[in-house]
Every structure is written in C-alpha cells, then in structure tokens.
C-alpha cells in the first residue's frame, strides 16, 4: 500500500496538538526529512522539544543533536549536554555515547575524564563499537581509569569486530607491538587490511610496509606500492616518506 506523507503528517499534526508524544516526535522527524511537508529546522526542533519535554528519550537524544549542531536553534553546548543526560539514564546508547564525548572534550561542561570512562562503559555495555575503541583507547592510556591493556585490547576488538575501521586499524597496531595481546604480526597485518580497505590512510601505510619487508605477510613489492601510494594519496607523511626511498 502507497503512503501518502502528506496526509501522514497531518494525521500526525493533529494527534502532535493534542500532546501525543509520539506525534510529535513523528512530526519532528518529518520536518527533518520533509516529508509530506517542507524541510523546517525550527519546527522540526519545536516538535522534538514537546515530545523530550513528555520524557521521549529518542525525541531528548535528538534535541541534544539539535542543540550540539544548531540546527533551527542556536548552538548551546551546555543545553545539548543536559538533553543528552537526559536520554541517556533511559538507556539510549547514542546519547551514553556523546556524553562520553563531551565530558571527555568538554563540550558544555567541565572535562571530565573519569565521567567521560563511565559514560563510554554505558554504551559500550550495549555494544556501541565507537564507545568500546574510545573506551579502549581510555584504558590502554590510562586516560579517566587505571592503565589495562589487556582490557584496551579486549574493548578495541569488539568494535574491530563489529567492522568499526578505526577499532581495526588499532587492534593491528597492538598486535604489531604487543599491547595487550602478544605480539602477532599476522594478525596485525590482518587487522590493518580491514582498516586499510575502509581507507583508512595510517592502516594502508602499515600494510605496504609490511608487503615491503614481509611482516606477517610475504613480501609483495607490488602490493606494498599499492597501499604506500593509496596512504600517500592521503596525505600520509611516512607513506610519501617510505614511497621515495624504495622508489627509483
């Protein structure tokens, strides 16, 4: 069966006005998207401000993104901090997240590593794959909580495992070095071929130099010129650096 938006949205306008919560965050999300109505920031902001201030947390943990980026209302740090708290003691995982974040850079409130650690571990509990490499890049400094590789390492594999590129490119880093896990530098070499095809440019450096000198792989030099030049495409300076030595 079709849908049709536009009387979508005025379903939803009229259940919206009479204090539907759910309305009016359906409502909110049409204005977002336009559609069955225009793109409005502001009313999709007004829309989600109802639906947050009845206690949605989908509606509290988008006014938060609202407030952050300043879409149809003034950017107000302090404000999208105190919405994303909100949504994030009912649990949602997105908002446990960007409290990690703003604690951490102190977006809003005052740094707070120790709180930006407790906030990573909520949405990493929940499988947030950003969360558990932040969490694991926290543990592995001891940056908010005491130094444990051996947790950094376990942390930063379930976000490597669940295809979070810049989980994978650390995950090889470890292996290569031997933090937290011995050193593997086959396993290495695997990790960072996921990074590196995600594009990752520091992981398609590491890669062409391992093809170079046959680290955990055999010796390919013309897969190690490959990743070299696809890292050095990039911008990355060990890429261009290597890339003139081995290259007449």
Excluded: C, P
């Amino acid at each position: 069966m079709l849908v049709d938006k536009r009387k979508a949205a005025e379903l939803f306008q009229k259940a919206a006005d009479q204090g539907h919560v759910e309305a009016q965050y359906n409502l909110g999300v049409m204005y977002s998207k336009g559609e069955g109505v225009l793109v409005d920031k502001t009313k999709e902001a007004e829309w989600y401000q109802k639906a947050a201030d009845q206690g949605l947390a989908e509606a509290q943990l988008n006014l938060g993104h609202i407030y952050s980026n300043g879409d149809g209302v003034l950017v107000d740090k302090r404000k999208a901090a105190e919405w994303y708290q909100k949504a994030a003691y009912q649990g949602i995982a997105m908002a446990q997240y960007n409290l990690g974040v703003i604690y951490s850079n102190g977006d809003g409130v005052l740094v707070d590593k120790t709180k930006a650690a407790e906030w990573y571990q909520k949405a990493a509990d929940k499988g947030h794959a950003v969360a558990q490499n932040n969490l694991g890049y926290m543990y592995d400094n001891g940056d908010g909580v005491l130094v444990d590789e051996s947790k950094a390492a376990e942390l930063i594999q379930k976000a490597a495992d669940q295809g979070y590129a810049n989980a994978q490119y650390n995950l090889g880093l470890m292996y290569a070095n031997g933090d937290g896990v011995s050193v593997d530098k086959l396993k290495a070499a695997e990790w960072f071929q996921k990074a590196a095809a995600q594009g990752i440019a520091e992981a398609q450096y590491n890669l062409g130099r391992m093809y170079y000198l046959g680290e955990g792989v055999e010796i390919n030099k013309s897969k190690a010129v490959e990743w070299l030049t696809n890292a050095a495409a990039q911008g990355n300076s060990e890429a261009i650096a290597f890339l003139e030595q081995i290259v007449d």
